[in-house]
């Protein structure tokens, strides 16, 4: 799926992602150049967040460089999890 075509983060995957990688607020913002007011507000939306597309890539693409996978809606619903490392999985 490209860049284009991915879906809205969640508030509860930006809130989740940042626990797993144990990131503040403020260090969200920072490495993805959004400002820390959007990002709040983002993590108290009760579901889809209104995120502009370029802050919710920005985000998406932060994360991601930290090691988070985002997990798309397949029934179970919207998730997070963190990368295997290439220690974990040597067969990569």
Do not use: H, Y
Not at 65 to 89: C, H, Q, T
Request: avoid cysteine; proline fraction near 2%.
């Amino acid at each position: 799926m490209n860049s284009s075509t991915k879906k809205s983060l969640t508030s509860a995957q930006i809130r989740a992602a940042r626990a797993l990688i144990r990131w503040s607020a403020e260090d969200l913002a920072r490495t993805s150049s959004v400002g820390l007011t959007t990002i709040r507000r983002a993590e108290l939306s009760i579901a889809e967040t209104s995120l502009t597309a370029a802050n919710n890539l920005a985000i998406r693409s932060a994360l991601e460089s930290a090691g988070v996978e985002f997990i798309d809606e397949n029934g179970g619903g919207p998730g997070v999890r963190l990368r295997k490392s290439a220690k974990e999985n040597p067969d990569e």
